[in-house]
């Protein structure tokens, strides 16, 4: 990916670099311009990272201690961390086995006087079902804050992921889908008022110099990253049709073998395919025979936020979450990014065959 774009992003850098114009200048505001174009959003803030993005999203929203959130049970630990910096709870709810995202039909049952907000997150690059979620948020009075960290390219009915809450937070984290070359991320949201208070909130709480109206943060999306960032957007719609192509190869060559189940998705759903997510009891075997012959895996994740130990204070024990932590013991992400040749999937899917038929 970085060979094909060198020039392109070494050119955007050494603008940053003649400017002498490092922190939030110019190249901040078209980032944010043509990042809320390709989400079909009204605003988007540029932050230092996607954590920091998530939490400055909830603590905008008045999301503090004595509230419950609803997170996913089996998502990166980030989701949960911006719950808890915020004061507030995070609340797990079970995902649907089948696309490993938020099930719309257990949250009513995780509901409590002190839910606030639900926190979909598009896990893996696939939408959650959001009209749902949106239409079950609404009828009991909740905010929903999008994770969309892995999702950037994605839609739900057509419409990119990041726009259907009351805002969303995504990381540019160098390995996500849109990354750059460092730590990076923002909020997206259709709200104004909302979009001008992480303004002030990610600069020390001031909109004009020497004038502090809040008790504020430093958390910047600095010029370089978003010089680096507006190349690269230039080239995700491409990457993301790449992305579809391998997955639609990998399905193709793995459809059929007992014992192994694909990614599916959802009426409606699709992805970015931040990864390509395979489930099977016998992981780590797979796992150690794909490396003996040099293809790398990873697993994503293999220990559910509840079950380490910066959670040991919410009390729940193993078997608490089952289906969040059978998709641990069973998940492997397989080689995937844009540039890979449909041979190199053939060669690791004739891997995996060859696992299975043995
Ligand atoms: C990467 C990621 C984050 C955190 O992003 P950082 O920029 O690394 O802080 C949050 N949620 C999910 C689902 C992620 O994959």
């Known amino acids: 990916m970085h060979a094909a774009i060198r020039d392109e992003v070494l050119e955007a850098m050494c603008r940053v670099y003649d400017s002498q114009w490092y922190i939030l ?30 939490a400055l999203a909830l603590r905008a929203l008045s999301i503090g201690p004595g509230d419950e959130v609803l997170v996913p049970s089996n998502t ?5 961390l911006a719950v808890s ?38 896990l893996y690059g696939q939408p959650c079902r959001m009209p749902e979620i949106m239409v079950l948020a609404r009828q009991h009075g909740l905010l929903v804050v999008e994770d969309n960290a892995q999702a950037q390219g ?17 990381s540019f984290y160098p390995t996500k889908n849109l990354g750059s070359l460092g730590d990076a991320g923002a909020i997206t949201t259709n709200n104004a008022d909302l979009a001008e208070y992480i303004k002030l909130l990610r600069n020390y709480g001031s909109g004009q110099k020497n004038h502090h109206t809040l008790l504020g943060y430093n958390s910047r999306l600095d ?39 694909l990614p599916a998705l959802a009426a409606g759903a699709e992805s970015a395919w931040h990864l390509y997510v395979v489930h099977t009891a016998r992981r780590d075997a797979l796992q150690q025979q794909l490396a003996a012959q040099g293809i790398g895996t990873l697993v ?26 059978e998709l641990a013991a069973t998940s492997l992400s397989l080689p995937l990014w844009p540039g890979m040749t449909e ?10 065959r060859r696992f299975y038929e043995r």
């Open 85 to 122: 910096q915020v004061g507030a709870t995070p609340v797990p709810v079970e995902p649907d086995p089948a696309t490993s995202n938020l099930d719309p039909t257990r949250i009513k049952a995780a509901l409590t006087p002190r839910t606030r907000a639900i926190m979909p997150v598009h």
């Open 25 to 54: 200048g110019p190249e901040v505001v078209h980032f944010e311009q043509a990042y809320s174009d390709f989400n079909q959003v009204k605003h988007t803030v540029g932050v230092g990272n996607g954590l920091e993005a998530l």
């Open 223 to 261: 010029e370089l990253q978003a010089a680096v960032l507006q190349v690269k957007l230039r080239h995700l719609a491409a990457w993301t049709s790449q992305r579809r192509q391998l997955a639609a190869w990998y399905t193709e060559q793995l459809t059929g073998l007992s014992g192994l189940q």
């Open 154 to 170: 994605a839609s739900f009915n057509g419409q990119p992921t990041g726009g259907f809450g009351d805002a969303s937070g995504t």
């Open 76 to 80: 990166y630990i980030a989701t949960w």
């Open 343 to 352: 041979a190199t999937v053939v060669t690791v899917a004739q891997a995996i």
């Open 300 to 325: 994503h994740y293999p220990v559910p936020p509840h079950r380490q130990p910066a959670y040991a204070h919410l009390g729940l024990p193993a078997g608490a979450l089952p289906i969040a932590e």
